[in-house]
């Protein structure tokens, strides 16, 4: 029943268009049997106006339905993101930008790379200094994601964890 209610604006909106465009029709035909523009004010101005009035308020309808439609489009891919979130597939997130030397000698020993948009890196990539924080994940995450090695530092040697 509700996603009847829902529906209900963009088939609103239709109807009232389609009644607008019919009102200008009316309008139209109604001037057109007169020869003095005196006489035809009066159909172009109860048919024109009216119906232009409803063909905006039926196009607001209209475009009012598309954007409540992809709202709750865009609310459920968020629920089914965070819900992928939350069930594990993050890996490990700690930020390679802020650990320290030693740490990142301890990410590399663990089999922690850095996820790049398209490729892993070694924690110590020279390529990553001066990039802000970026996510750690183990080399078998990175390539499921799709991620190709770094050409420079070539992290697919190390261990996978």
């Known amino acids: 029943m509700r996603v009847r209610w829902n529906q209900l604006g963009g088939q609103a909106g239709i109807g009232i268009v389609a009644a607008g465009f019919f009102l200008i029709f009316l309008g139209w035909n109604g001037a057109a049997s007169y020869d003095r523009v005196p006489s035809q004010f009066p159909y172009l101005l109860s048919g024109g106006v009216a119906g232009l009035a409803l063909v905006v308020v ?3 309808l209209i475009v009012t339905q598309a ?3 992809d709202r ?3 609310m459920e891919e968020i629920r089914q993101l965070r819900e992928s979130m939350e069930r594990g597939g993050a890996g490990h997130v700690t930020a390679a930008g802020s650990m320290s030397p ?4 301890q990410a590399e020993a663990a089999g922690l790379v850095v996820a790049g948009p398209s490729s ?3 924690p110590s990539c020279r390529l990553l200094s001066g990039r802000g924080q970026h996510p750690t994940v183990s080399v078998g995450d990175a390539e499921s994601r799709g991620l190709s090695p770094c050409r420079v530092c070539d992290p697919a040697v190390l261990p996978t964890a």
Not at 102 to 105: D, R
């Open 120 to 122: 892993y890196h070694r």
């Open 58 to 60: 039926g196009a607001a």
């Open 102 to 105: 030693g740490m990142l000698q």
């Open 72 to 74: 709750a489009e865009l």
């Open 67 to 69: 954007l409540r439609q």
